[in-house]
């Protein structure tokens, strides 16, 4: 499928430099179809986590883009992706959200796939077919590359698309201070909570690469029940030449429930510090380009799935210390649903926003032609010793959101994959390859 849109057209619409973005983008059924060949198709997609899929023949159902893809676990340990579509008439081969199995039958007209994508099976084969039809040539669709960082299962369409470690780039950095605080590494618990808000999916990816500015209008009930509260002083962002942002507060400010696992949470930001340094007692949250997120601070992991320019699915993840004790998992998927879940107390707020903009850009004309401003904080942005990344010293800003769009613009104008520029890639400080170099975050 051939779509475009033309590229000065697109340009007009994301001056990310000057900070203004048309809300077009959020709405136009055209724009959403090229995203789905040029972005979707050809980046760095989450797909699971390895704890999701353990053992040989364990699958997971998820989506890359609008597809729906199947990821598998094969006997040798490796993970592979294929699309869940049979490749007789186009129905999925797997209904079922998650598993194990040996097989994959169609229900349509009964074509079975094994669990490494191959054709095994075709009901009548030699009176319907004559035994003319190729079974080795009619396997599932695989997914071209499929790899992983810290346990995190990433797929990309696109064959020519860079390795994984180098599409994070210096995001690992900050995902490391996520998955190597605990002795044990992390754990994705049984259990995805899903819902639908009427919106584009960018508006989701956005906030989470940078907006923490609504947090103290949006959910200042919630956050002023939980503790003090925080200010713009209390914390940084930073913005990465690779489209990804992460946001986040130096120290807890908040508490989300009484503490019954006290002297375990203690020896657990003990073991954290000596792991990981500082970087145990951030609350962060992240978007990596361009529909992953995390909330380490609230165990938590999202995928913004589009369901069309106004449509999109939230899943919604608990990730846990792999080593904690059972009592101290169960509360940690408790708050997670209790203040991120569908009916959050948190996640009310952004979902009643998301949806609410949505209405207006799609019911309306006028509210169509506006630019909307990012301007927060533009021009402020440093080198740190300590962090990669372009470092702002504020926890409000808008860096991410624009290094979002420089990035979207990129692949939405270009044909062959969008690389960036050696020197232009967000690499380590020397503070973090002096950490990594003794082994620690890496």
Known sequence: MIVSVDADYLRSLVNWEEGRIGPEIFVSDEIYKVEQERIFGRSWLFLAHDSMIPDPHDFFATYMGGD?????????????????????????????????????MCTYHGWTYDSAGRLVGVPN???????????????????????????????????????????????????????????????????????????????AAEQFAGDTYHA??????????????????????????????????????????????GQYNERKRRIARERVGDRADMVANFNAFPNFAGLPGSANLRVWHPKGPTKFEIWSFTVVEKD??????????????FTEGAAGVVETDDG???????????????????????????????????????????????????????RWLEFMTTEAWPEIPPEERSGETPATAAVNEAGVAR
């Open 352 to 406: 009643e926003n998301w949806g609410m903009i949505g209405g207006v850009l799609e019911q309306g004309y006028q509210a169509r032609k506006m630019a909307w401003n990012y301007e927060m904080g533009l021009g402020t942005g440093r080198e740190h010793p300590d962090f990669p990344g372009e470092y702002y010293d504020s926890f409000f800003g808008e860096a991410g959101q624009r290094g979002f769009y420089r």
């Open 68 to 104: 729906p893809v199947l990821v598998v676990r094969q006997p040798d340990g490796s993970v592979r992706a294929f699309l869940n579509v049979c490749r007789h008439r186009g129905m999925r081969v797997c209904r079922a959200e998650e598993g194990n199995t040996r097989s994959f």
């Open 216 to 261: 103290t209008t949006s959910h200042l009930s919630s956050l002023l029940s939980f503790g003090p509260g925080f200010d713009a002083k209390d914390g940084a962002h930073v913005s990465l030449r690779e489209g990804h942002g992460e946001s986040f507060l130096f120290e807890r400010h908040t508490r989300f429930a009484d503490d019954p696992l």
């Open 125 to 203: 084969l030699e009176d319907a077919y004559y035994d003319k039809l190729s079974l080795a040539d009619n396997g599932l669709i695989q997914v071209a590359q499929v790899d992983s960082y810290k346990g995190l299962i990433f797929g990309n369409f696109d064959p020519t698309a860079p390795p994984l470690h180098e599409y994070l780039g210096a995001l690992k950095f900050y995902i490391d201070g996520w998955v190597d605080h605990a002795e044990g590494g992390i754990e994705v618990l049984p259990g995805a909570i899903k819902w639908t808000i009427n919106a584009n999916w960018k508006l």
């Open 324 to 337: 904690a004790p059972e009592e101290a998992k169960r509360a940690q998927q408790i708050s997670a649903s």
